[in-house]
């Protein structure tokens, strides 16, 4: 790894000046892939078709299913 050296000039004689630097560090790992069933408090395993993610205070889950879809909520939502 090379590390390219360039000066800093601060301009403004008599006046406080903060001068932060910073170089980028090492990345940390890939995080593995999951799938939104994998997450705690979500049902998606009855998922269908362009199915919309939504919260159900009832049973304190996240939910997709075939209750709320793009299609559900554009043709025939009550709004």
Request: net charge negative; proline share 9%; no cysteine.
């Amino acid at each position: 790894m090379s590390q390219i050296s360039k000066p800093v000039v601060v301009i403004g004689e008599g006046q406080s000046q903060i001068v932060e630097i910073s170089t980028p560090g090492p990345q940390g790992p890939v995080a593995p892939p999951f799938n939104l069933g994998d997450l705690p408090n979500v049902k998606v395993s009855a998922a269908v078709n362009k199915s919309l993610l939504y919260y159900d205070s009832s049973s304190a889950e996240w939910r997709g299913d075939a209750i709320h879809t793009v299609t559900t909520l554009t043709d025939g939502g009550g709004f």
